[in-house]
């Protein structure tokens, strides 16, 4: 099984709301990413995790808040959203941290700050 | 700034080789050359990746020069559902924010009927 599964797929929400995205691996991958990919553009790397603990930040905003429950789960916790936060977010697992591992993506949640 | 250099487009018949360049002159020599597609409306899709040899798997070869200042993503029998845009990324194999998948804006390949 090389899947990395979403949910949702889709979500569209208030920017007085919270949500959270899920991402699950069951390939005992020990690292998982999160990216933020705007239209038209290319990914852009949010979070890493590697062995359950936080290990990169790219300067990301404290309204996308990650969490990682264990090896095989990965959320993003979404509060207090703007609009310019409606994108495409990325899903990713390794099989070690950053390095030699070849990424294994998931198909994205649709997110959309009204 | 980008370390890759890749066409923005390139259009490819069906049933022929697709030849994507992609240019890496400040390549150092402990970083790798991967290559990512992303079909529309999908995650991106690990291809290949290689240091100086030039490799081959199920989906494609990748050709580096002799002094790894360019190389080619080889798809020897394009179908339609290469579609997609193709990212060359360099990269050093190690771990911390260096090893990290930084993006660039990619190569669009339609391939024809």
């Known amino acids: 099984d090389t899947e990395v599964t979403q949910t949702p797929k889709h979500l569209v929400m208030g920017m007085t709301n919270k949500k959270s995205l899920k991402c699950e691996q069951h390939m005992g991958h020990r690292a998982m990413y999160w990216y933020k990919q705007k239209a038209k553009k290319p990914p852009e790397l949010m979070f890493v995790y590697s062995y359950e603990k936080l290990s990169i930040n790219e300067s990301v905003p404290s309204r996308f808040s990650p969490e990682c429950p264990n090896s095989s789960l990965l959320n993003l916790h979404l509060h207090a959203l703007q609009p310019e936060d409606s994108a495409l977010y990325l899903c990713?697992?390794?099989?070690?941290?950053?390095?030699?591992?070849?990424?294994?993506f998931g198909p994205g949640t649709r997110l959309t700050v009204t | 700034d980008a370390k890759t250099t890749q066409p923005t487009s390139m259009d490819c018949a069906e049933g022929r080789a697709a030849n994507l360049p992609c240019n890496h002159s400040?390549?150092?020599?402990?970083?790798?050359v991967y290559w990512y597609r992303q079909i529309h409306s999908q995650g991106p899709q690990y291809i290949i990746h290689?240091?100086?040899n030039n490799e081959t798997n199920e989906m494609a070869s990748l050709i580096i020069t002799e002094d790894r200042k360019s190389s080619t993503l080889i798809l020897p029998h394009a179908t339609l559902r290469d579609t997609a845009v193709y990212y060359c990324i360099v990269k050093k194999n190690y771990g911390g924010s260096q090893g990290n998948l930084i993006f660039g804006k990619g190569t669009k390949l339609s391939v024809k009927p």
């Open positions: 990713a697992s390794s099989q070690g941290p950053p390095g030699p591992y070849e990424q294994y």
């Open positions: 400040t390549i150092s020599g402990n970083e790798y």
């Open positions: 290689g240091l100086k």
